[in-house]
């Protein structure tokens, strides 16, 4: 059995999620399109992107929000998931980039359904530029 | 709504419905694009001793079923998504954001109705002209009437 552990009790405000590093790829964005079916060329066409005023091709803002997303549940294992989560691009991250997914636990309280953690989360490129502010709501199990 | 045409307007609240299945096929194509190794998404051995009893789709699965999957000649020339193709006279889509609640795990076999429609469509004023926001939003239920996942979300055209 894969066993859950109590998470609740042994984080404080102020807790730093480990530090999740993803490294979004030309193939990767292309795979993202696909299976999402997601045919906007600012995606995989860097010609096309880069007349549309981009650096390169896009990565997506769901595809941003699946790191943020992958960042708490590493962190949450079978102790929690995920109930909410909020994030807004502000920056274009493109192939090649480094992404560092960072989350602080910012609040803890108890809801009708449980024991909940709020998380204030950013998402940053190699040089420290904000790709993706965000909020995470857990509920822990 | 200033500056927006009626077309687009009439656009808002007008809801279209997609029903899919959900394959273990999609669930680790999804984990693989996203490029999460966990086991619970790829591995029926592993994930049976869990305590989700068998193979989960990611927390943000949903988005693999957030665009209908309509032919392309259906597409503006771009392949801007169906879901977003409202006509506004600008095009080029900078940015956005979403919020994204999660609800009941999918896992394969379940069956999966997609609802979505433009909540509403709002400009500002930015640097370079009018901004475009269109917030659209999808709710995706399982066979059960259960919800799996809710998301509005706010993209921005220029």
Known sequence: ??????????????????????????????MFSAI?????????????????????????RALI????????????????????LEWSVRATAVPGN????????????????????????NVLNQKGDLIAPGKGVVLFY | MEGIP???KARIGREVVHVYDVTDKDIRRFAQAIDDPNPLYYDEEYAKKTIYKGIIAPPLFCHA?????????????????????????????????????????????DKLTVKSK?????????KTGLLYFVVVETTF????????????????QR
């Open chain 2, 118 to 126: 433009v909540l509403d469509i709002y400009t500002k004023s930015g």
């Open chain 1, 98 to 121: 480094t992404l560092h997914c960072k989350a602080k636990v910012v609040g803890k309280r108890l809801e009708a359904d449980g024991k909940v953690g709020d998380c204030e989360i």
């Open chain 1, 36 to 60: 999402t079916w997601n045919r906007h060329l600012i995606h995989y066409n860097t010609d096309f992107a880069k007349k549309d005023g981009l650096p390169d091709v896009a990565t997506h």
């Open chain 2, 6 to 8: 009626s077309e687009a």
């Open chain 2, 65 to 109: 079923f957030t665009f209908a999957d309509v032919p392309a000649g259906s597409l503006r020339e771009d392949g801007l998504p169906k879901e977003l193709d409202v006509p506004l006279p600008v095009n080029r889509a900078i940015g956005g954001s979403s919020s994204f609640e999660v609800g009941t795990e999918l896992r394969p076999g």
């Open chain 1, 1 to 30: 059995m894969v066993t859950t552990e109590n998470l609740w009790d042994k984080i404080d405000v102020g807790y730093e999620v480990p530090t999740l590093v993803k490294k979004p790829t030309y193939m990767q964005l292309f």
């Open chain 1, 65 to 84: 929000g699946n790191f943020m997303a992958q960042m708490l549940s590493d962190w949450l294992g079978y102790a929690g998931k995920i109930k909410k």
């Open chain 2, 141 to 156: 239920t399982n066979q059960n009437g259960d919800i799996a996942a809710r998301e509005v979300a706010t993209y921005i």
